[in-house]
């Protein structure tokens, strides 16, 4: 059920192997959803792929077009395996180029530590040609953007860092507000009660989460609603019909 279709919708690319090994825990995807969600930016869809040029490819053009805002993570860095930025470029049909405000980041960053530039470093400074910038407070290396795909680093600070100067400049909708109420009795005792309110109270979201503490069934009822009125009305009648 989607109560919010009036939010701006978007969708998150999570981009690496190291992900879907098993190897690198996902928090980003969390810290996305989340953040947008208190600017009343909903997302609809995630996805997971390799570091495989044609799966980020095909990623990018579905969900583009079937969002508001796509953002992505990881990929655009200096090692073999990097390759979003090459693949955001082949996805919008534009030059694969060195922008050379990135690139006199890098210069004076490794400057600063001593160090020389190499080819590794400097492929960090190609981008689609036409991406606007974004902005980090960690590395200080930007991410890009392009039409309405956010490529953000795949380090969580970093990412955060670039997400944080994105969600200013995007727009905002109503916020989806969530309210729980946790009853320890089991999913299937209360199923029907649970539906019934639902039917009843059509604008606002809720699911059923079951969990086991001290060996006994308990059920966390979530409503979500950006109807804020019959949020809290539907919220009343279910702490009164299931306690």
Do not use: W
């Amino acid at each position: 059920m989607n109560n919010y279709a009036d939010n701006p919708s978007a969708a998150i690319l999570i981009i690496g192997n190291e992900i879907l090994s098993g190897r690198t825990l996902d928090t980003n995807t969390q810290t996305i959803s989340k953040s947008l969600g208190d600017f009343g930016i909903t997302v609809f869809e995630t996805r997971t792929v390799p570091d495989d040029k044609q799966a980020i490819i095909e990623a990018t053009v579905a969900l583009s077009k079937k969002y508001d805002y796509l953002f992505t993570t990881g990929g655009i860095g200096p090692t073999h395996d990097d390759i979003t930025s090459l693949a955001i470029s082949e996805a919008f049909g534009v030059a694969y180029s060195r922008n050379e405000v990135i690139y006199d980041v890098l210069c004076k960053f490794y400057e600063s530590r001593g160090e020389a530039m190499n080819k590794a470093r400097e492929k960090m400074a190609f981008i689609p040609e036409g991406s606007f910038l974004i902005q980090n407070e960690v590395s200080k290396v930007p991410g890009f953007a392009i039409n309405n795909v956010y490529c953000l680093a795949g380090v969580p600070d970093i990412m955060k860092s670039m997400l944080d100067f994105v969600i200013p400049l995007l727009k905002h909708g109503r916020v989806v507000k969530s309210l729980t109420h946790t009853v320890m009795i089991g999913e299937s005792k209360i199923a029907e009660r649970f539906e019934a309110l639902q039917n009843k109270y059509k604008a606002v979201d809720m699911g059923s989460y079951p969990f086991v503490k001290n060996g006994i069934h308990g059920t966390s009822l979530v409503l979500r609603s950006s109807d804020y009125e019959a949020l809290d009305k539907a919220f009343l009648e279910l702490t009164s019909v299931i306690i």
